[in-house]
């Protein structure tokens, strides 16, 4: 998991595709391995791996090995926290603070 900075641009360079937010959307609130990712959003095993690398990358999934699978989760506070960031930088005037 990508800790740390956010890096705007990378984040919403993530966002900025289709079938990666199809991957979110599938990926909030459960653990989904690749080939459940390819069974629901019926992409291509290649490209729904090199969506998840671009996704990971900004931090916006976890991956957890499990056996020989690697499971995918939404990274639900990575994505608030840039979402705020992004705000921050564009509407400085309205401060947005993450609660519990």
């Known amino acids: 998991m990508k800790t740390g900075?956010?890096?705007t641009v990378e984040f919403a360079k993530a966002l900025s595709d289709d079938t990666r937010q199809?991957?979110?959307l599938?990926?909030?609130c459960k653990e989904l391995s690749v080939n459940d990712i390819v069974e629901a959003?019926?992409?291509a095993q290649p490209t729904v791996s090199h969506h998840l690398k671009i996704l990971k990358n900004a931090g916006l999934v976890n991956a957890k090995r499990s056996g020989k699978q690697v499971l995918y989760t939404l990274n639900q506070e990575r994505l608030a926290a840039a979402c705020c960031r992004v705000a921050?930088?564009?509407a400085p005037e309205f401060p947005?603070?993450?609660t519990e």
């Open 96 to 98: 947005i603070e993450l």
């Open 88 to 90: 921050e930088n564009f």
């Open 5 to 7: 900075k956010i890096d």
């Open 26 to 28: 599938l990926c909030c």
């Open 41 to 43: 959003s019926d992409v």
């Open 22 to 24: 199809k991957i979110m």
